[in-house]
């Protein structure tokens, strides 16, 4: 991100924040609507030479010595430009460092476009804490445009009962950065593609308090999306201590298939619930990894310590009663092992770091750096490379990488 004046920003959010006002979420019903481009400012061309053009009367014309003009002006060798004319270089883009730098009285973010290969904007009725993307039937790793994803998010409404789980989907996203390798066929297509502004298509349901995370049930990277006849879960963690998981795959459905309209007996109720937390809410969720023999399993931690197992049985999902409990403050985040089914890591606000095994049946963590970091533990990462590693961020600004193999229990 860098920096710029806040007065210079101000026409090009103007007709963002116009459009975002005008537009409202209706639950259960289907919208289309424009995602501003990269740049909404950008009105016309900047001439980069308006400034070093001369006027006909600066311009001193040097006769050649052959016309036998002797009044003509001699000039020895190359005309140097006057130190006074010389532009100075335009200054570096400041980066913005957030703990480092603050922002000044007139200085607003700006995105880097260089660092993006394609970038668009958006606004939502109401704010969003999360979201995750959502699996659909295009494949993996790809790596053509326009592209169309699906992503699952949830509202913080002004008022409980306003709050949606939304599914989007969006479409005619085009690449947005431009570099020096374009092809003769590369300028085409974009030239063709600069009146085609993208797509946001959304169904919403109902969700009764505000949405502290959302996280989408992960799909084997070799699996397609599931028939409609089979459910797709996303679970959210309410505001009001509640954890609710949903079925999306009709909403889904809805928006890939002309015509087609989701049934509400099963989007707009809860698939089911778990009350473990009591009315205590929490941010850390995470659904475990899929796995040919692998359960469906989804950890809860709250704000009260606590965390909970939830199990998808061939009867449904049922929630353990028994709390994994060794943290003694907010259980911050929850990452599943990405090699091991049953183990698990998970980070609080007093200062820990803790590995798992649901086997356990004391519900105590197995191994734990109890001082991991100087302040709360916001987030941890497992390697997805190499699974005996973990990376772990803290609230005073540190990032550390540990190896799981040197904890001792």
Same mark, same amino acid.
């Given at each position: 991100m860098v920096k710029r004046a806040a007065e210079d920003a101000e026409g090009i959010n103007a007709e963002g924040q116009a459009a975002a006002k005008s537009q409202t979420l209706a639950n259960g019903a289907a919208s289309r609507r424009s995602l501003a481009p990269a740049d909404p400012g950008m009105g016309e061309f #900047?001439?980069?030479?308006?400034? #070093?053009?001369?006027s006909e009367d600066e311009i001193v014309v040097a006769h050649d010595r052959e016309s036998g003009d002797e009044d003509a002006m001699e000039v020895d060798g190359?005309?140097?430009p006057a130190p006074e004319d010389e532009d100075d270089p335009p200054p570096e883009d400041d980066v913005f460092i957030p703990g480092i730098h603050e922002l000044g009285k007139d200085e607003v973010l700006e995105a880097d476009q260089s660092v993006y290969q394609m970038l668009h904007h958006m606004n939502v009725t109401w704010p969003c804490l999360s979201f995750d993307i959502l699996k659909d039937s295009r494949g993996e #790793?790809?790596?053509?445009?326009?592209?169309?994803?699906? +992503?699952?998010?949830?509202?913080?409404a002004d008022q409980s009962s306003k709050n949606e789980v =939304? /599914?989007? &989907?969006?479409?005619?996203?085009?690449?947005?950065? &431009?570099?020096?390798?374009t092809t003769t066929k590369t300028r085409r297509?974009?030239?063709? *593609?600069?009146?085609?502004?993208? =797509?946001?298509?959304?169904?919403?349901?109902?969700?009764?308090g505000g949405v502290?995370? /959302?996280?989408?049930?992960?799909?084997?990277?070799?699996?397609? +999306?599931?028939? =409609?006849?089979q459910p797709y879960y996303t679970a959210t963690w309410s505001e009001t201590g509640k954890v609710h998981i949903w079925d999306v795959r009709p909403l889904i459905e809805a928006l890939d298939v002309p015509g087609s309209m989701p049934d509400k007996g099963r989007t707009?109720?809860?698939?089911?619930?778990v009350n473990a937390h009591g009315r205590a809410e929490g941010f850390a969720m995470d659904w475990s990894t899929p796995g040919p023999s692998s359960q469906v399993r989804l950890l809860t931690g709250d704000i009260h310590s606590k965390i909970h197992l939830t199990t998808l049985t061939p009867s449904g999902f049922n929630t353990a009663s028994q709390p994994f409990a060794s943290h003694t403050s907010s259980v911050e985040d929850i990452q599943w092992s990405p090699t091991e089914g049953t183990v698990f890591a998970s980070c609080s606000a007093d200062q820990s770091v803790r590995v798992w095994d649901v086997r356990v049946k004391a519900r105590k963590n197995i191994v734990g750096i109890t001082k991991a970091h100087e302040s709360d533990v916001n987030v941890i990462s497992w390697n997805r490379g190499t699974s005996y590693l973990l /990376? *772990?961020?803290?609230?005073?600004?540190? =990032?550390?990488?540990?190896? +799981?193999? *040197?904890?001792?229990?």
């Open positions: #900047e001439d980069d030479w308006e400034d #070093e053009v001369d190359e005309v140097q #790793e790809r790596r053509t445009y326009p592209e169309t994803m699906h +992503l699952v998010t949830g509202t913080q =939304i /599914v989007m &989907k969006m479409s005619q996203l085009h690449k947005t950065q &431009k570099d020096g390798t297509d974009d030239s063709n *593609s600069l009146d085609e502004d993208a =797509i946001l298509e959304y169904r919403s349901i109902p969700h009764q502290n995370r /959302v996280r989408a049930q992960p799909l084997s990277t070799t699996a397609s +999306l599931p028939p =409609i006849s707009h109720k809860p698939a089911f619930t /990376v *772990s961020g803290g609230d005073e600004g540190a =990032i550390k990488v540990w190896d +799981l193999r *040197s904890l001792k229990g």
